[in-house]
């Protein structure tokens, strides 16, 4: 019985080492480069097609993106649901700071998993299915996240909300996983390191929510090269493909 037990817990040790690094290897990674691809479209929809075309050249892009992204993905979203709901809070009695942060990072987690399976089922099965092509991501974007309903532009507060749960969850992930791993033993290191993935975060953070909030409203907080406010540089912006939408008439997927 003891042996079956401690077989049982050998296990559940080697997925949550799993799920940990899955986490920052290769969804950590990912959740980078994507971000960064999708700012070049603060440039105008020239440099943003050109990322798209330098990520469509990787060899052997379809596998790499199922076998490196979508089933570690599965993987860690569904161990990662299964302990949220296996965790129990003890912020009422124990309402220290890491106890709130366990909790944030169930919480965070979850709903970091809904928006990613919406913005998969959104963008990328249409652009395997053959119904978006890469010269109608970007028109495309700019369409659906300046689409407002009843005047607030649910879209890209959805966006900017999910951005918000997933760099979340993945700068505090990446602190447990040092934690974890025994890469910062100290308190003075664990201090530090919260320190430095907190304002990592926050970065990709802002990354995120800047390139939404272009695609939303056309303005965007800074370019580097490229004044604020000014589009005179820039090709064929967001604020050039929605002003030439008429009022009323539905642009891009899902309407």
Not at 23 to 29: D, F, K, R
Not at 91 to 117: D, E, H, K, T
Request: include cysteine.
């Amino acid at each position: 019985m003891a042996k079956r037990a401690s077989s049982a817990d050998r296990r559940r040790f080697i997925l949550r080492k799993l799920h940990s690094l899955s986490g920052v290897v290769p969804l950590g990674l990912f959740v980078v480069l994507h971000l960064w691809t999708q700012a070049h479209g603060l440039w105008g929809q020239a440099r943003y097609d050109e990322a798209i075309a330098d990520r469509n050249a990787i060899p052997y892009l379809p596998l790499i993106e199922v076998g490196l992204v979508l089933l570690p993905l599965a993987f860690h979203g569904l161990f990662g649901v299964f302990l949220a709901l296996q965790s129990r809070a003890n912020v009422g009695a124990y309402p220290f700071n890491r106890n709130w942060m366990y909790v944030a990072q169930r919480l965070s987690g979850v709903a970091g998993l809904a928006f990613i399976i919406w913005h998969v089922g959104q963008y990328w099965l249409p652009k395997y299915q053959g119904q978006l092509s890469p010269a109608e991501l970007y028109p495309a974007l700019c369409a659906d996240l300046s689409a407002t309903h009843g005047g607030v532009p649910l879209i890209a507060l959805a966006y900017i909300l999910g951005v918000a749960a997933t760099v979340f969850h993945l700068a505090n992930g990446l602190w447990g996983f040092c934690v974890s791993w025994g890469i910062v033993v100290t308190r003075n290191a664990q201090r530090l390191s919260a320190t430095v993935f907190g304002l990592g975060g926050l970065l990709l953070f802002f990354l995120g929510a800047n390139t939404a909030i272009y695609f939303a409203t056309g303005s965007r907080v800074a370019v580097f090269g490229v004044p604020v406010g000014s589009h005179e540089t820039l090709a064929r912006t967001c604020s050039d493909l929605t002003t030439a939408v008429p009022a009323g008439q539905p642009a891009g997927l899902g309407k």
